[in-house]
T-cell receptor, first 116, second 116 residues
Framework: AQSVTQLDSQVPVFEEAPVELRCNYSSSVSVYLFWYVQYPNQGLQLLLKYLSGSTLVKGINGFEAEFNKSQTSFHLRKPSVHISDTAEYFCAVSDPDQGGSEKLVFGKGTKLTVNP | ETGVTQTPRHLVMGMTNKKSLKCEQHLGHNAMYWYKQSAKKPLELMFVYSLEERVENNSVPSRFSPECPNSSHLFLHLHTLQPEDSALYLC???????????????FGEGSRLTVL
């Protein structure tokens, strides 16, 4: 079964600084990978996803992630963060051979706090 | 209304009470989900309904009882809960097309449950 590790539970940064949120998944021949964001008092919403093709995926709000098969990683990056990016970020993985959103496995989340 | 709507947003109940959480999606999706979100734990999938049939039940205690009367509505009936059941319960929906990868999950804002 797939598993997801988000190495940092909390990441504090200053406004306009770059940020990287790390995500590693258990090894598999092929995977689908996702990043979701949860703003305070809200549900989760999709930031970006990797299904196939280019390993660099661009998402909403200036975020991007790179799929690295050899390192089984899918780290999320933003070159310059804003106060409004303060939220919790969740990495998720599924096995294409199993398909279906019900097969998504989520990480524990990383709380990003952007300070002025 | 748009998206996924959950009611109530907050619920406090005693261990002997019976209550229900309601979810409604206005996106025309064919699958609906209940997730449990507890502090410092990964998102836990509880139930999945696809085309109004339950396709996933992740060993959830019988004190949680789901109901999906149609493709737009999902309920979670609660009875004789325990304090450890206190959590944020998230409803989600997706449009899953076989062979085209998992559909994006659209989440509601959640129902915050406190069991006394």
């Amino acid at each position: 079964a797939q598993s997801v590790t988000q190495l940092d539970s909390q990441v504090p940064v200053f406004e306009e600084a770059p940020v990287e949120l790390r995500c590693n998944y258990s090894s598999s021949v092929s995977v689908y990978l996702f990043w979701y964001v949860q703003y305070p008092n809200q549900g989760l919403q999709l930031l970006l996803k990797y299904l196939s093709g280019s390993t660099l995926v661009k998402g909403i709000n200036g975020f991007e992630a790179e799929f690295n098969k050899s390192q089984t990683s899918f780290h999320l990056r933003k070159p310059s963060v804003h106060i409004s990016d303060t939220a919790e970020y969740f990495c998720a993985v599924s096995d294409p051979d199993q398909g279906g959103s019900e097969k998504l496995v989520f990480g524990k989340g990383t709380k990003l706090t952007v300070n002025p | 209304e748009t998206g996924v709507t959950q009611t109530p947003r907050h619920l406090v109940m005693g261990m002997t009470n019976k209550k229900s959480l309601k979810c409604e999606q206005h996106l025309g999706h064919n699958a609906m989900y209940w997730y449990k979100q507890s502090a410092k734990k990964p998102l836990e999938l509880m139930f999945v309904y696809s085309l109004e049939e339950r396709v996933e039940n992740n060993s959830v205690p019988s004190r949680f009882s789901p109901e999906c009367p149609n493709s737009s509505h999902l309920f979670l009936h609660l009875h004789t809960l325990q304090p450890e059941d206190s959590a944020l319960y998230l409803c989600a929906s997706s449009q899953d097309d076989k062979g085209r990868g998992p559909g994006e999950l659209f989440f509601g804002e959640g129902s915050r449950l406190t069991v006394l």
